[in-house]
């Protein structure tokens, strides 16, 4: 199930408490446009969320600015990171954004809509169960496969495969947290489309790769 926000406002707070439940938890400061939240996900002070879908479980740690991405379940964004910032037209005669931001500076009726077209069309793609630390930067256009960690202040400008460990600038390939065969076995469990019911009562074999393996792999 996934909630939708035309427009949130920032002026308000749904479930400020800690603990979080079924209804997304959105802190104060947070800016929502034309984005889908999950189940039992939380939005950190003074982000912002424009034309996102974010999965069940996925929080960020506030200040954090998601643009044109779909973010997978259980995936875990700390604070003061980027996803798909914004290019300007570096080919263009000026690269200022009064010549796609036309409405701001009152220069046209429209937008320069082939401009946001083509951001859309380079949307960024987080699977499940992603830890992307503090201050990272994801290009447009990039995929992170399920599992994998990105290094605080890491700049992505790759595909990442699953399971991957990555940092620096540009981001490299630091190890791979498992074996190819394990993480073939855990790709093939799909442990993140778990119901709530079956989370639960296998919460305890989430902390132990060997058993995990041999229940559900």
Known sequence: MHHEFNRYPTSEVVNSRYILDE????????????????????????????ESEIGDYSYDDGH?????????????????VRINPGNHPFQRVTQHHMTYRLKKFKLAEEDDHTFFDWRRAHLCAIDHDVWIGHGATILPGIKIGTGASI????????????YLVVAGVPARVIKSRFPKPVVERLLTSEWWNWSRTELESRL????????????YC
């Open 64 to 80: 954090v600015s998601i643009t044109y991405s779909v973010i997978g379940k259980f995936c875990s964004i700390a604070s003061y």
């Open 204 to 215: 305890d074999d989430l902390n132990d790769i060997d058993i995990f393996l041999e229940k």
């Open 23 to 50: 209804k997304p938890t959105i802190q104060e400061g947070a800016v929502i446009v034309d984005s889908k939240l999950g189940n039992w996900t939380e939005i950190g002070r003074n982000s912002r969320i424009i």
């Open 151 to 162: 290094g605080a202040g890491a700049v992505v400008s790759r595909d990442v495969d699953p």
